[in-house]
């Protein structure tokens, strides 16, 4: 089962539709992809497997999230024209962590937009609980729960450096990104990240 972590399988839907754009920072378009449909999936495709083989690392890093793991970044359009940047990670990852990876994704986007500026909304945070039971014809398994904590920015991008409620785009991703490489999150934070996503998941 280890491979359906591999490269080749990493870009899901979510984060292809992210890079398909017709044009602007307008032109991202919208997610099809539900992530409860991507556990459906998974949990279809890994009938009879030991799903321990998917238990996820400890603390969320700087990557896309993919069909098979949420644990990432993703991009999506809202209906104003803003995009939403969110991030997920494992249970012991803090909000003030993901909230770093949002960030960073959001200025990288800019970037790649060719924007001066972006105005992130305050963060959301949110924490999604797995399924316990997948069924089958005859039986219902046991597997381990893919729960998450995610946080969700909104975004609009500029062109104006002098507005005072924006960001500058330029070099904002790359300190971001090694501020999140180098940092080191304490056992007793993730352990207690990982208690709070356990007592809203009533594990």
């Given at each position: 089962?280890?491979?359906?972590?591999?490269?080749?399988?990493?870009?899901?839907?979510?984060?292809?539709?992210?890079?398909?754009?017709?044009?602007?920072?307008?032109?991202?378009?919208r997610s099809g992809t539900?992530?409860?449909?991507?556990?459906?999936?998974?949990?279809?495709?890994?009938?009879?497997?030991?799903?321990?083989?998917?238990?996820?690392?400890?603390?969320?890093?700087?990557?896309?999230?993919?069909?098979?793991?949420?644990?990432?970044?993703?991009?999506?359009?809202?209906?104003?024209?803003?995009?939403?940047?969110?991030?997920?990670?494992?249970?012991?990852?803090?909000?003030?962590?993901?909230?770093?990876?949002?960030?960073?994704?959001?200025?990288?986007?800019?970037?790649?937009?060719?924007?001066?500026?972006?105005?992130?909304?305050?963060?959301?945070?949110?924490?999604?609980?797995?399924?316990?039971?997948?069924?089958?014809?005859?039986?219902?398994?046991?597997?381990?729960?893919?729960?998450?904590?995610?946080?969700?920015?909104?975004?609009?991008?500029?062109?104006?450096?002098?507005?005072?409620?924006?960001?500058?785009?330029h070099g904002t991703a790359?300190?971001?990104?090694?501020?999140?490489?180098?940092?080191?999150?304490?056992?007793d934070v993730q352990a207690?990240?990982?208690?709070?996503?356990?007592?809203?998941?009533?594990?």
């Amino acid at each position: 089962m280890r491979g359906i972590w591999g490269e080749g399988l990493f870009m899901s839907t979510r984060v292809r539709n992210e890079r398909r754009h017709s044009g602007g920072i307008g032109g991202v378009r919208r997610s099809g992809t539900i992530l409860a449909a991507a556990f459906a999936t998974l949990s279809l495709t890994a009938c009879g497997a030991d799903l321990s083989d998917f238990s996820t690392a400890s603390i969320a890093t700087y990557q896309p999230a993919s069909f098979f793991s949420p644990n990432g970044y993703a991009v999506t359009a809202n209906a104003d024209g803003s995009l939403r940047v969110t991030a997920s990670g494992p249970p012991g990852t803090p909000a003030s962590r993901l909230e770093k990876i949002a960030l960073a994704r959001a200025a990288e986007y800019g970037e790649e937009q060719h924007a001066k500026t972006f105005r992130p909304s305050a963060p959301q945070t949110s924490m999604t609980c797995g399924r316990t039971k997948i069924s089958t014809k005859t039986e219902q398994i046991n597997v381990r729960p893919l729960d998450y904590r995610t946080v969700a920015i909104d975004v609009t991008y500029g062109s104006d450096p002098s507005d005072p409620a924006a960001r500058a785009i330029h070099g904002t991703a790359a300190a971001l990104k090694a501020e999140i490489a180098s940092e080191s999150v304490p056992p007793d934070v993730q352990a207690a990240a990982t208690q709070e996503v356990a007592e809203h998941c009533g594990r």
